[in-house]
């Protein structure tokens, strides 16, 4: 008897966090969202648009919008009686609409998002977007052709395309259908094809400040933030590095990291082994990338304290004191610019072959140690 296939996570979506097509709201991108709307109320618009920037700072979320945006205009609006309508001078639409009910649902025939798949044997996701899946966006494309009306195919995320996905969707874009806008979130675009580059206007996103952090938290229905200050220093302005570290508890844990460090050079053995034995275990892995990931952080503050001073604001109590201490001239800071690099290749190394995570956390934290001495 055959085993189910296991139902399979949507790549698409942050873990604990809305659905990019279910946030009607986007904080923080007044100027990606002009820039697109100033393109198609002047007619100048591109069959093809880059949405780039830091992970998390809401490119998926401007994507809908603009999906919603567009499937919500009439492909050609007559003048009338009494002239042309005004231009539309927002990406809002009216959210119980026919259209954005569907889009809320998974269910508009006008959309079609290409993103990773199951891999061979359907067990888990494919790591990146395989041609099978731009075969499927072809069919979409020929099948919805009859229709007629506007299209939108949304690429999350472009930078996961593997090669053969990669040519295949630039015949698309070469060639584009009519009345089809490709919109390809990009969080590394140096890994695209230039062809596929140079085919695309880019829409650039920055990060957000902590402000702005705490207003679009607050629109993802995250409860109040016990620092925002600190959680934007820790997630860079990303709103989906932020809800990741308030759903592992981040805050907290760069706290603990923290302290371990302000020991230094004499170890506190204690505190050490408590952080390291917290990313082992059952169901930990997220947990265990969250304290790799906290590790290089510390490590590029300190190396930037070096050069610049503690970083504003702390992230932490007593983090600016600390690495005033470990970091406190530019030969330091590249000492731990070095550090930060070859722990992040052992960091990943131990990922890669399933080292165990407690070992390896402490493994990181003895070499931290020993150059501090």
């Known amino acids: 008897m055959s085993k189910e296939a296991p139902e399979?996570?949507?790549?698409?979506?942050?873990?604990?966090?809305?659905?990019?097509?279910?946030?009607?709201?986007?904080?923080?991108?007044?100027?990606?969202?002009?820039?697109?709307?100033?393109?198609?109320?002047?007619?100048?618009?591109?069959?093809?648009?880059?949405?780039?920037?830091?992970?998390?700072?809401?490119?998926?979320?401007?994507?809908w919008r603009i999906a919603r945006f567009l499937?919500?205009?009439?492909?050609?609006?007559?003048?009338?009686?009494?002239?042309?309508p005004e231009p539309p001078e927002t990406l809002d639409t009216d959210p119980e609409s026919p259209i954005a009910r569907r889009i809320r649902a998974g269910a508009e025939p006008g959309v079609f998002v290409l993103k990773r798949?199951?891999?061979?044997?359907?067990?888990?996701?494919?790591?990146?977007?395989?041609?099978?899946?731009?075969?499927?966006?072809?069919?979409?494309?020929?099948?919805?052709?009859?229709e007629g009306g506007r299209r939108v195919v949304i690429v999350d995320a472009a930078d996961e395309l593997n090669t053969q996905a990669a040519n295949a969707l630039l015949k698309l874009l070469e060639e584009p259908p009519a009345r089809v806008t490709f919109l390809l979130i990009a969080h590394q675009p140096a890994r695209l094809l230039p062809t596929i580059r140079s085919r695309c206007r880019e829409l650039r996103l920055g990060t957000l400040a902590p402000e702005e952090m705490a207003e679009a938290l607050a629109a993802?229905?995250?409860?109040?933030?016990?620092?925002?200050?600190?959680?934007?220093?820790?997630?860079?302005?990303?709103?989906?590095?932020?809800?990741?570290?308030?759903?592992?508890?981040?805050?907290?844990?760069?706290?603990?990291?923290?302290?371990?460090m302000a020991s230094l050079p004499r170890l506190d053995r204690v505190r050490a082994l408590a952080l390291a034995e917290s990313a082992a275990g059952r169901g930990a892995d997220g947990r265990f990338d969250?304290?790799?990931?906290?590790?290089?952080?510390?490590?590029?503050?300190?190396?930037r304290a070096g050069l610049s001073g503690p970083p504003q604001p702390e992230a932490a109590p007593g983090e600016a004191q600390t690495l005033a201490r470990l970091s406190p001239d530019g030969a330091a800071a590249m000492?731990?610019?070095?550090?930060?690099?070859?722990?992040?290749?052992?960091?990943?190394?131990?990922?890669?072959?399933?080292?165990?995570?407690?070992?390896?956390?402490?493994?990181?934290?003895?070499e931290i140690t020993a150059s501090a001495a």
Not at 117 to 145: C, W, Y
Not at 290 to 303: M, S, V
């Open 8 to 63: 399979l996570p949507d790549p698409t979506q942050i873990e604990g966090a809305p659905h990019p097509r279910d946030t009607l709201r986007l904080v923080g991108q007044t100027r990606a969202e002009a820039d697109f709307l100033d393109a198609f109320t002047t007619g100048r618009m591109h069959h093809g648009w880059m949405l780039t920037g830091p992970r998390g700072v809401g490119k998926a979320t401007l994507a």
């Open 335 to 366: 000492k731990w610019a070095a550090l930060h690099q070859s722990l992040g290749a052992k960091a990943r190394h131990g990922r890669a072959v399933n080292l165990d995570p407690a070992a390896l956390v402490m493994d990181m934290v003895l």
């Open 290 to 303: 969250l304290i790799l990931g906290l590790i290089e952080l510390f490590l590029a503050r300190a190396a």
């Open 71 to 84: 499937l919500s205009q009439p492909v050609e609006e007559p003048a009338g009686l009494f002239g042309a």
């Open 117 to 146: 798949g199951p891999n061979a044997t359907g067990s888990a996701l494919s790591q990146d977007i395989r041609v099978d899946e731009v075969r499927k966006l072809k069919g979409f494309l020929h099948l919805s052709s009859t």
């Open 220 to 260: 993802e229905g995250a409860q109040e933030i016990e620092d925002p200050a600190a959680l934007a220093a820790l997630s860079g302005g990303s709103v989906g590095e932020a809800v990741r570290l308030l759903n592992l508890d981040g805050l907290a844990t760069y706290r603990s990291l923290v302290t371990v």
